[in-house]
T-cell receptor
Framework: GAVVSQHPSRVICKSGTSVKIECRSL??????MFWYRQFPKQSLMLMAT?????????EQGVEKDKFLINHASLTLSTLTVTSAHPEDSSFYIC??????????FGDGTRLSIL | AQSVTQLGSHVSVSEGALVLLRCNYS??????LFWYVQYPNQGLQLLLK??????LVKGINGFEAEFKKSETSFHLTKPSAHMSDAAEYFC???????????FGTGTSLTVIP
């Protein structure tokens, strides 16, 4: 069946660095991708919605200059956390859907900023 | 506007006992309803979903849920809990386009041997 792959699954880096997370749809064209953030023991909060070839739509309170989203192709969206700080540590999950495809979720990326 | 409320952030049941996880929703349009399970440090796995048709939906691992429009509910049940059912469960609602999801706050299920 359709699969969404997220990479890396876990990343640890120093404060001030930028981190890129990839979300790939492996066997379908993902016209829309979503990025969620999940704090420990909490639910998923939608950060932004991206449509292939256009700018992402960010939810209220999400800094678009902090969380850069690029959806350059029908199979790849990237989330870049710029100048990451410890408060950005979280579990980030992407999802994707497309024509005749329900929404599929990636396995998530655990980001830890030291 | 759409939202989801999950009553009970933590539920404990004995192995073999009935599992009941509650979900109520609000939606201004006919909703699509979902239950997902999440194991530690993993993504979401779809258990079941309701879109149209039969209101009793059967999913994987013996789970089922019933869409009750009059009660705006979509509670998840399983007749007999197994140790492997211990996980975090999320109820979600979307519009008929199935694009944007709204998640409940989750229910952590503990199964006691």
């Amino acid at each position: 069946g359709a699969v969404v792959s997220q990479h890396p699954s876990r990343v640890i880096c120093k404060s001030g660095t930028s981190v890129k997370i990839e979300c790939r749809s492996l066997d379908f064209q993902a016209t829309t991708m979503f990025w969620y953030r999940q704090f420990p023991k909490q639910s998923l909060m939608l950060m932004a919605t991206s449509n292939e070839g256009s700018k992402a739509t960010y939810e209220q309170g999400v800094e678009k200059d902090k969380f850069l989203i690029n959806h350059a192709s029908l199979t790849l969206s990237t989330l870049t956390v710029t100048s990451a700080h410890p408060e950005d540590s979280s579990f980030y999950i992407c999802s994707a859907n497309g024509p005749n495809q329900p929404q599929h979720f990636g396995d998530g990326t655990r980001l830890s900023i030291l | 506007a759409q939202s989801v409320t999950q009553l009970g952030s933590h539920v404990s049941v004995s192995e073999g006992a009935l599992v009941l996880l509650r979900c109520n929703y609000s939606s201004s349009v006919p909703p699509y309803l979902f239950w997902y399970v999440q194991y530690p440090n993993q993504g979401l796995q779809l258990l079941l979903k309701y879109t149209t048709g039969a209101t009793l939906v059967k999913g994987i691992n013996g789970f089922e849920a019933e869409f009750k429009k009059s009660e705006t509910s979509f509670h998840l049940t399983k007749p007999s809990a197994h140790m492997s059912d211990a996980a975090e469960y999320f109820c979600a609602v979307s519009g008929i386009l199935g694009n944007q999801f709204y998640f409940g706050t989750g229910t952590s299920l503990t199964v006691i041997p």
